[in-house]
Nanobody
Framework: VQLQASGGGLVQAGGSLRLSCAAS????????MGWFRQAPGKEREFVAA????????YYADSVKGRFAISRDNAKNTVYLQMNSLKPEDTAVYYC?????????????????????WGQGTQVTVSS
């Protein structure tokens, strides 16, 4: 699976952005998809994930109620709608694909080390 993220940019606090991640391959619909982010000097962290069918979604507490993940299996694309953006949302956002839904451990969600990763897209939120 090859993943291509897009949609990042510069936005003022309180604004919105929608990220997209286009996947290649015929088996997109069999993968759980997720978004992670990494801010300068920080470790990569989980943001949101969605099951292969779209029936289950998972969010980090920091984005719950502001971000929404969705997918269109006919278009091999997963989206992250980000509303009410804050300066602390500034990071490089990465999409990922895994064969199972994310695992929950010690307060966060994780994909397996074998997950596929796309290149990142920069999101910058100005105050």
């Amino acid at each position: 699976v090859q993943l291509q993220a897009s949609g990042g940019g510069l936005v003022q606090a309180g604004g919105s952005l929608r990220l997209s991640c286009a996947a290649s391959g015929r088996t997109f619909s069999s993968y759980a998809m997720g978004w992670f982010r990494q801010a300068p000097g920080k470790e990569r962290e989980f943001v949101a994930a969605i099951s292969w069918s779209g029936g289950s979604t998972y969010y980090a507490d920091s984005v719950k109620g502001r971000f929404a993940i969705s997918r269109d299996n006919a278009k091999n694309t997963v989206y992250l709608q980000m509303n009410s953006l804050k300066p602390e949302d500034t990071a490089v956002y990465y999409c990922a694909a895994d064969r199972t839904d994310p695992a929950y451990y010690s307060g966060s969600y994780y994909f397996h080390p074998s997950a596929y990763w796309g290149q990142g897209t920069q999101v910058t939120v100005s105050s």
